[in-house]
């Protein structure tokens, strides 16, 4: 069999050196469009590095993306370093959100197969959404956690609409039904948070601005939002002159984009809404 190679092309990167390499966490995200990771001071709790690579194309399957991610490993002389703790993020759209009250442990492929096809050797795991009643039940891919113990030993890992969900939960702070659309290359997530609560959430693909803009009008016309009142608030990969924002301006009045307060922003070139998942705070 040939084995597909992809060359990753690094996007950004922080402006800064590490001088104290000593008691760090490393932060890994991956998709098959990409993959990122940021280093944190476990003493000041800051993050001190980040750097993020585009694949030239979506790879496919977890065994193109494992071979993709072996190449960075292998040429970012900062993945070589030694850590105290170690975090992944699997992104794809192989997740399911099931209440605290219908779940059943033994029944994850169950939960699953509404929404997407498993393979009986598809390895599923979940995670319990802080402060909800809520589990996330997904298909984390296998080789890469595999890859990732062999480097490192024991980590923890998550789905990275948990991470969304969690980090949306806490700083939402409004009694309206407020939208926050979490965009990536192929792909993106749609929260709708009121109160604190989750009301609704799912992650959509898309290829054309109108694939895009069709699935948020959907959603705010199912949960009876005006487009004229409610707040739409964007994290992830979009910007003021794409396409994709331009479409939804023309539909959606309250548009703003998440801004986080991590002081890594300050040195990188990039808008402080973007990887919101890794960096959002």
Not at 4 to 31: C, E
Not at 57 to 79: A, M, R, W
Not at 127 to 143: L, R
Not at 215 to 223: G, R, S, Y
């Amino acid at each position: 069999m040939i084995k597909k190679s992809v060359k990753a092309k690094r996007k950004i990167r922080s402006n800064t050196l590490l001088q104290d390499k000593a008691n760090k966490k490393l932060s890994i995200q991956f998709n098959l469009d990409g993959f990122s990771f940021c280093i944190s001071d476990l003493n000041s709790a800051e993050d001190v590095y980040f750097s993020e690579y585009d694949f030239i194309e979506n790879l496919g399957t977890p065994e193109v993306l494992l071979d993709s991610i072996q190449q960075i490993f292998n040429d970012d002389s900062y993945l070589q370093l030694d850590f105290k703790e170690v975090f992944v993020i699997h992104q794809n759209s192989l997740s399911t959100l099931v209440p605290n009250a219908f779940f059943n442990k033994d029944y994850l492929a169950s939960y699953l197969s509404y929404n997407i096809k498993t393979l009986a050797t598809d390895f599923i795991a979940f995670d319990s959404i802080e402060n909800t009643a809520i589990k996330n039940v997904y298909v984390p891919y296998i080789n890469i956690n595999n890859y990732i113990f062999q480097n490192f030993g024991s980590f923890t890992y998550k789905h990275h609409s948990t991470v969304l969900l969690e980090k949306l939960l806490k700083q939402s702070s409004g009694l309206e039904k407020t939208m926050y659309v979490n965009v990536s290359k192929t792909m993106f997530d749609i929260v709708v948070i009121a109160n604190k609560d989750l009301i609704f959430y799912n992650s959509f693909t898309y290829q054309t601005k109108e694939d895009f803009i069709y699935h948020i009008l959907f959603t705010a016309e199912q949960l009876k939002l005006n487009t004229d009142i409610f707040n739409l608030y964007f994290t992830g990969a979009i910007v003021l002159d794409s396409d994709i924002y331009r479409i939804t301006y023309k539909y959606i009045r309250n548009i703003y984009f998440l801004d986080s307060s991590n002081t890594i922003f300050n040195h990188l070139e990039t808008f402080k809404h973007t990887n919101y998942t890794l960096l959002g705070l």
